[in-house]
């Protein structure tokens, strides 16, 4: 291509463009030549050149006034002055003769290849340095939506070139060292899609957490996507599981979230875009359905493994033809730059009352006094190190967040500007409270909170934290598998860098009692409710006309996290485990709960699962079980019974799960039992015939075995694990156990807290042993010890 042209098509240029056009249309022209043709659309258009700007920097003497207003910025002059002048300058100069021209040709162009006169475009600035993997530029420059006709299109145009400079982007170049005249803009004019009457956002080829590589994270709200980027609604998101995409029969999408969405942006009457509030149907309702979601997820990995790094992306789908389109892609510059080897982990170790709470953007810890904020204006009233809270931020806030301790807005999602800029500061960030500009005044001091899951909390005070680093490349390997306890699918993906041999305990009430909250019975059987549990209920399964798809969905998305965390590892979910007055404080629990002298060896675990009370409870479980298995394709969960008293107990359980479509053995299905009562260790040979493992659970076996409660101060000083009785029960079972061809694994605290007993079971022979996450590296080094002593 001539480096002289002012104007390119899209398909004339490509990635190696980005000196010509800079890198959001290098990358579209990209797109359009080489992913166009696999099926993935991306709308046409053009782009002037950085060579058509420094033309315009040389009209009107522009070049002269921009150097001289930098080397008063130099000197000391605000930088708002500074840009404004600039900025000034720039709109007041006309595009040079032989530009207007060729934007017009090329818009003419356009317009009949879409086959119709003055087509909407969007126009967007391109910095010639834009999205390199060392620096980014996006969302420094403007974007004009809707733009109609020859004259609204060279007023957009020269309104991109003015952005070059706002004060946001002249502080950025300044802290990155860039010269202010070095970094060019191209101007890229697209087609639009008309998202405004259907959805758009964007998505993320990895975890924008923790960084998980095979995970899509697609954001979604109603109308134009600018939205989304902009933090100002709360979007619905998605997460879906790569590796298993390439399978049409599976649906890998392992989580759905819909969110508040009540904004959008729209084409305005009269000019560009306005936004307008949402319908209550639209904000109940998801943008995008599965078979949607799972199509934007392929192309994500397409342009991926196109591109070879991560990458962020946005997408728009049409509402008059129902057709998606990719409208951007750049590399991810923040998570993917991160040493996979080191683990960098906070813990609160303090207590204070919880203001407030959100989304949780990255897995620090900060503290400071409440700076709260209106507009970005008020740079001088926020002083560095405090914790900044407004209700969405944009580029013009990036000179405060830089000095920021914390921050905390009450709109936007995962994808939003200030996740975004957070992740690349390092800032702890909690994103769409809902309340905190209510909530948190200033000068109150608190601590932000990002690493205690997918939801961040606001404490009050300044509350004592850990931070700890690990090297995860020195650990060493073991025969004895070490796995995970996980119960929280929220943080699965925060531990996706220990090299751990699986999950050895996925405790499924704890699913059920955070992210289901209702007793499944309730959803069975909802006459039997009294009307403040059926509002209660009514308003969790807002939504589902099927209450009970609401707990299936709900439970299959919170396995489908585990597993898919540690995919291809086998993942132990154990079903159910929650005692009597347990169950009974889930909503709508207490009619379909006895109350029970002695719960803990009363109607728990396997007796529950055939029995009338609960049977069709139990059958949501292994409807929930399937789902993840056979729909979702994540054969690696393998279930596991607790509490099964008796062999002719473990044959009824199992013809329940087989009558359920959960045969063992059906898929690959293995069925592990839990060993935590002494008749288990006695008959083991007999168990062994009808489960494929064992896992020891120690604390109840301890307990049954030494006829201690394990919740009594005045017994505690008997409950031991190293007691003979119990050492030697754990012995006889794995010999037994081993003998039938069955693995045995223990999942439990004690391994964590005693390298005694962890030595006593690779001595014995164990299999597996799982721990808390936090325990694992301790644990493998205790464990690589004992096998290399012999």
């Not at 740079?379 to 914390?406: H, N, S």
């Amino acid at each position: 291509m001539s480096p002289a042209r002012r104007v390119i098509p899209f398909s004339d240029v490509g990635r190696e463009d980005v000196s010509v056009v800079g890198g959001k249309n290098a990358s579209l022209g990209e797109m359009v030549v080489n992913l166009g043709p696999a099926g993935i659309r991306v709308p046409d258009g053009f782009a002037s050149t950085a060579d058509a700007y420094r033309e315009f920097l040389e009209t009107g003497g522009l070049r002269q006034q921009i150097v001289e207003q930098v080397a008063l910025l130099h000197k000391g002059v605000p930088l708002d002055e500074v840009g404004a002048a600039i900025r000034d300058a720039m709109l007041r100069t006309p595009l040079p003769p032989a530009l207007e021209r060729e934007l017009a040709e090329a818009y003419t162009r356009l317009s009949l290849e879409a086959g119709r006169e003055d087509p909407d475009v969007a126009v967007r600035s391109s910095a010639t340095a834009e999205d390199l993997p060392e620096a980014s530029f996006a969302g420094q420059q403007e974007t004009f939506l809707n733009v109609r006709g020859r004259q609204a299109l060279l007023d957009a145009c020269r309104r991109c070139y003015a952005s070059l400079f706002t004060d946001r982007a002249i502080d950025y170049r300044e802290r990155m060292g860039f010269d202010q005249l070095a970094v060019a803009l191209s101007v890229g004019v697209q087609l639009m899609v008309r998202s405004d009457l259907a959805g758009a956002g964007v998505m993320f080829t990895l975890d924008t957490e923790s960084g998980f590589p095979d995970a899509v994270l697609v954001s979604a709200a109603w109308g134009l996507g600018e939205t989304v980027v902009s933090g100002q609604v709360d979007p619905d998101e998605y997460l879906v599981f790569k590796p298993l995409l390439k399978d049409p029969e599976l649906n890998p999408v392992i989580h759905t979230e819909t969110g508040a969405k009540r904004r959008k942006a729209v084409y305005a009457d009269q000019g560009l875009t306005r936004t307008v509030d949402t319908t209550s149907d639209e904000r109940a309702r998801r943008v995008l359905d599965d078979a949607e979601v799972r199509t934007l997820a392929s192309w994500a990995v397409a342009i991926e493994q196109h591109y070879g790094c991560p990458m962020d992306i946005e997408w728009a789908k049409d509402g008059h033809s129902g057709e998606i389109f990719i409208v951007q892609a750049r590399p991810e510059t923040v998570v993917s730059q991160r040493r996979a080897t080191m683990l960098h982990r906070f813990r609160l170790t303090g207590t204070g009352e919880r203001l407030v709470d959100g989304i949780a953007v990255g897995e620090a810890i900060g503290a400071g006094a409440v700076c709260a904020l209106s507009s970005p204006v008020e740079l001088e009233r926020f002083p560095a190190g405090a914790v900044l809270v407004t209700g969405i931020t944009d580029p013009d806030w990036e000179p405060i967040m830089k000095r920021a301790a914390a921050i905390v807005t009450d709109h936007g999602g995962r994808t939003s500007h200030a996740a975004i800029v957070s992740r690349e500061l390092g800032v702890p960030a909690i994103v769409g409270t809902g309340r905190a500009t209510e909530v948190l005044r200033d000068g109150r001091e608190v601590t932000v909170c990002c690493a205690e899951g997918e939801e961040g909390h606001v404490y009050a005070g300044r509350l004592d934290y850990e931070q700890s680093e690990i090297d995860l490349a020195g650990l060493p390997q073991t025969r004895t598998r070490i796995m995970l306890n996980l119960a929280d699918p929220a943080a699965a993906f925060r531990w996706w860098q220990l090299p751990a041999d699986g999950v050895g305990l996925a405790r499924m009430e704890f699913i059920v009692a955070h992210q289901v909250k209702v007793h499944p019975m309730a959803l069975v059987h909802p006459e039997r409710l009294d009307g403040e549990e059926r509002r209660r209920v009514d308003a969790l399964t807002h939504g589902y006309q099927d209450r009970t798809r609401y707990f299936t969905d709900r439970l299959a998305q919170g396995i489908a996290r585990i597993a898919a965390s540690r995919w291809p590892a086998p993942v132990i979910v154990r079903t159910s485990d929650f005692k009597t007055n347990e169950y009974a404080k889930l909503v709508g629990g207490r009619p379909f709960e006895p109350v029970e002298a002695n719960p803990m060896i009363g109607w728990r675990g396997a007796s529950r699962y055939y029995s009338e009370g609960y049977r069709e409870g139990f059958a949501l479980e292994c409807r929930a079980l399937r789902r993840v298995r056979d729909e979702m394709g994540l054969t690696n969960v393998v279930v596991m019974i607790p509490f099964c008293r008796t062999t002719e107990e473990a044959d009824r359980v199992l013809a329940v799960m087989a009558g359920e479509g959960l045969p063992r053995g059906g898929n690959g299905l293995k069925v592990y039992a839990m060993a935590e009562i002494p008749a288990n260790v006695i008959l083991a040979d007999q168990f062994a015939e009808r489960f494929d493992g064992f896992s020891i659970g120690s604390n109840d076996l301890t307990q049954l075995t030494l006829g201690v409660d394990r919740d009594s101060d005045a017994l505690a000083h008997l409950f031991d694990e190293t007691n003979p009785a119990v050492t030697r029960s754990i012995e006889t079972l794995i010999a037994t156990a081993h003998a039938a061809g069955c693995p045995v694994g223990l999942c439990g605290q004690r391994p964590s807290d005693d390298p005694a007993f962890t030595r006593f079971l690779v001595q014995s022979g164990i299999d597996s042993i799982s721990v808390a996450p936090d325990s694992f590296v301790a644990v493998k080094q205790h464990v690589a010890a004992t096998e290399h002593s012999g």
